[in-house]
């Protein structure tokens, strides 16, 4: 039998049917047009990405990071860094904005200290430490810590510590927590300074700031059955504090693979399917002395998400939220810390989602404490985020917002002005203006 010889490569050609060049024809002379309408067209493209691309460079100012001074009326901040920082000292209230600092003066005085011109021609630094009455600053320059008389100028060298003293009593990255948090992990400290919180192989370790001594807190931690102080607060005295602890049986890993070492090293991480098994978290209160763990009763067998907002300031109660796996519905409740016993204070739902949640991870708390017996909540159940008022028991005492506009979060309460400040967005025509 004789087969037919295949065209190589080079000798393929392929030939059009002539029922379709009339259509090849159409086509290209519409190519044609576009190419020639086009072209009447100015290209300023181009220049445009430039623009875009330099446009950090046309922005000046846009916010400040606001210190308040100890007199309650004024507050300072930074402008101008690296090259020429210059800090004002506002008073909203006078409507006045003036440098703290003379400058030239001010770099005279440090280049005696220095012995040379300190760098940059405004102030070589951007932080500071006043004190209660504004009339000295600490400052750091070239790794070493100075302080100056507002009046004289007189700088005097400040002594500094050490590097073991740093890492010591500041807190230190743990383990990476991804995905559940982005970025590192790091220590907790705890508010009368003596400890930090963290959690490595698997169980809950606390670190003493005197000495570096490091104490095991438990002891039964298993890979997917871990302690974590990731999200853990602190009591008020800084004798107790909480830790979860999450099984993971069952919920669907994905490879992480490290390629920096010698070799290429294989970590796995849980990464929860749609309709797979889902964490299931456990709270507990912890004791710095006994080092008992004591279970809060979440008072369900649903998959569900934690997010512990912390002790009241007497630290009798611990307040946390509990949101379903669905994200419909979101429980304020609070637990005795010694025996974990725990109440349903109020509950939040929506028949679709409710805003502010991600991946039944709490962005942030809804609650906001006003005094021993209230409490601000935000709610989005007429359609626009909103604060509410609410006693302890969870009943509403009455509404404090209103309109067609998303309210933000409560950036400070004065409870006895009786006046809660927030952040909101009420101008349709800006959306991206946000006011106080």
């Given at each position: 039998?004789?087969?037919p ?7 393929a ?51 400040v ?12 901040y ?23 600092f ?52 007189g ?43 963290r ?7 606390l ?40 099984r ?32 299931r ?76 949640l ?16 209230r ?33 933000g ?28």
């Amino acid at each position: 039998m004789i087969r037919p010889r295949p065209l190589s490569r080079s000798n393929a050609r392929w030939v059009p049917s002539p029922a379709i060049l009339p259509l090849l024809a159409l086509t290209m002379a519409a190519g044609r047009g576009g190419v020639a309408a086009a072209q009447e067209i100015p290209d300023d493209r181009l220049a445009r990405f430039r623009e875009h691309m330099a446009f950090g460079s046309l922005v000046k100012g846009g916010s400040v990071s606001a210190r308040w001074l100890g007199d309650g009326q004024s507050f300072w901040y930074a402008d101008g860094a690296p090259a020429n920082t210059v800090i004002f000292r506002v008073d909203p209230g006078r409507g006045t904005r003036e440098p703290l600092f003379d400058t030239e003066r001010l770099r005279t005085a440090l280049a005696a200290v220095l012995g040379h011109t300190p760098p940059y021609d405004g102030l070589p630094f951007s932080e500071i430490t006043l004190d209660e009455a504004a009339s000295t600053a600490d400052f750091e320059v070239e790794g070493r810590r100075f302080r100056v008389d507002l009046d004289t100028y007189g700088i005097t060298g400040l002594a500094g510590r050490t590097p073991a003293e740093i890492a010591r009593t500041t807190p230190q990255p743990v383990d990476d927590t991804w995905p559940a948090t982005p970025g590192t992990a790091m220590e907790v400290p705890s508010p009368n300074g003596a400890w930090f919180l963290r959690h490595r192989d698997n169980d809950l370790w606390l670190r003493a700031s005197e000495d570096g001594r490091v104490v095991r807190v438990t002891e039964d931690g298993e890979e997917r059955y871990a302690w974590s102080s990731a999200g853990s607060r602190w009591s008020p005295d800084g004798y107790r504090f909480t830790a979860q602890r999450t099984r993971t049986e069952g919920v669907h890993r994905v490879p992480v693979v490290h390629w920096l070492g010698p070799a290429e090293e294989v970590e796995w991480q849980e990464y929860p399917y749609t309709g797979g098994p889902w964490p299931r978290p456990e709270l507990y209160v912890v004791d710095v002395n006994g080092r008992r763990p004591v279970p809060v009763d979440l008072q369900t067998s649903e998959e569900i998400g934690i997010h512990v907002i912390g002790f009241t300031p007497d630290g009798s109660r611990l307040l946390f939220q509990r949101v379903n796996r669905p994200m419909t519905r979101l429980d304020l409740m609070e637990a005795e810390p010694a025996t974990g016993e725990s109440r349903i204070i109020l509950t939040e739902r929506q028949e679709t989602y409710i805003e502010g949640l991600r991946l039944l991870e709490v962005q942030g708390s809804f609650y906001t404490a006003v005094d021993d017996d209230r409490f601000l909540w935000l709610s989005e159940r007429d359609g626009f985020t909103h604060l509410y008022l609410y006693d302890n028991d969870g009943d509403l005492v009455r509404r404090l917002t209103s309109g067609p506009f998303p309210t933000g979060p409560v950036a400070a309460v004065d409870a006895e002005a009786g006046w809660v400040y927030f952040r909101a967005q009420r101008d349709p025509a800006r959306p991206y203006d946000i006011h106080l």
